[in-house]
C-alpha cells in the first residue's frame, strides 16, 4: 500500500490530470466530487499547487492549469523539436568532419546530452544522451554559461567547489567567468583536455526566434590543432551548422552572424596578428 507521500503526489498528479481538461477550470467542490475528496484534503492540494505556480486560482473561484505547468511542457516540446531539426544538419557535420558531434541543453548547474551522433572511426567519449557533464570544464557548458549574465554565471561556479577533471581543468570562478566574457564575445567555447585527457572539443550556440541561446553543438577531436587554427575548416562546419538549426528553431541569421561571425574574425586577427 503506498505510504501518505506517494499517495498525495499520486492525488496532485490526477488533479493536474483533471483540469487539463476543463478549459473553464473548476471549484474546489467540483473538485473534491471528481476526486472523492473532502474539503480538507482538496484544499490542501490546491494549496500547494496554487504556491508552486501549477494551478491558478480565478477570482470567480475557479481553478485552472497554471502558467508553470505550460512552461514545463513547453520546455519538453522545445527539446523534442530542436532534436527533430536538428538530426538531419548533425548528421551532415560528423560525415564532414568524421567525429562525434553533440548537442547539449543546460539544466542548473550540469549541461544534459540530448543528442550524439558519432562515427566508428571517431575519437571515443565518455559522453552518452541523456548523460550529465559539467558546466565549467565542457564547451558545451561554457557556451551556455554565455548565455547568462555575470552574477548568474558567479553563482552557478561558486555554488559548490569546482571539481577538477584533469590536470588542464580550470576551477577559479574569476578565471572561469573571465573565459566566459570571451565566449559571449566570440560565440566560440572550447575545452582543451579540461573534461577528458586526449579530448579537446569546440562549441557553438544554437539560437532560437527570440535569439536567445536554447542549446548547445559541438565536436572533438583528439588534437589541439584540429579546429585550433585561425582557418580551421572544422570551426566554420560546427557554425554554419549552428546556424543552420538556429535557422530552424526562428532565428534571424543576422542576430546569429552578429554573434559568431564577428568573434571568429576577431580571433583570426588575434592570431594572426599577435
Request: aromatic share 4%; with cysteine; charged share 30%.
Amino acid at each position: 500500500m503506498p505510504d501518505a507521500g506517494l499517495k498525495t503526489v499520486d492525488r496532485a498528479l490526477a488533479l493536474l490530470e483533471l483540469l487539463a481538461h476543463e478549459p473553464q477550470g473548476l471549484r474546489p467542490m467540483e473538485i473534491g466530487t471528481r476526486m472523492a475528496l473532502n474539503k480538507v484534503a482538496v484544499h490542501r492540494l490546491l494549496s500547494t499547487l496554487i504556491r508552486r505556480g501549477f494551478v491558478e486560482k480565478r477570482d470567480d473561484g475557479r481553478c485552472l492549469v497554471g502558467l508553470k505547468l505550460v512552461a514545463i511542457s513547453s520546455l519538453r516540446l522545445n527539446n523534442l523539436e530542436l532534436k527533430t531539426e536538428a538530426q538531419p544538419w548533425l548528421r551532415r557535420l560528423v560525415e564532414k568532419v568524421g567525429q562525434p558531434v553533440h548537442l547539449a541543453i543546460r539544466d542548473g548547474n550540469e549541461i544534459v546530452y540530448i543528442e550524439k551522433i558519432e562515427t566508428v572511426h571517431s575519437i571515443r567519449m565518455y559522453s552518452q544522451i541523456g548523460k550529465r557533464s559539467p558546466l565549467h570544464c565542457t564547451a558545451l557548458g561554457k557556451v551556455l554559461l554565455g548565455a547568462l549574465d555575470d552574477r548568474q554565471v558567479r553563482d552557478l561556479l561558486q555554488a559548490a567547489p569546482l571539481k577538477a577533471y584533469t590536470e588542464k581543468t580550470e576551477t577559479d570562478p574569476v578565471r572561469l567567468l573571465a573565459e566566459i566574457r570571451q565566449v559571449r564575445q566570440s560565440g566560440i567555447a572550447f575545452d582543451r583536455e579540461e573534461h577528458e585527457p586526449g579530448v579537446f572539443c569546440a562549441a557553438c550556440p544554437i539560437l532560437d526566434y527570440r535569439g536567445q541561446v536554447i542549446a548547445a553543438l559541438s565536436t572533438a577531436g583528439s588534437r589541439c590543432d584540429y579546429f585550433d587554427q585561425p582557418n580551421s575548416d572544422v570551426l566554420a562546419a560546427i557554425r554554419e551548422t549552428a546556424l543552420a538549426i538556429s535557422r530552424r528553431m526562428g532565428c534571424d541569421p543576422e542576430r546569429f552572424d552578429s554573434l559568431t561571425t564577428e568573434g571568429l574574425r576577431a580571433r583570426k586577427q588575434e592570431e594572426e596578428n599577435p
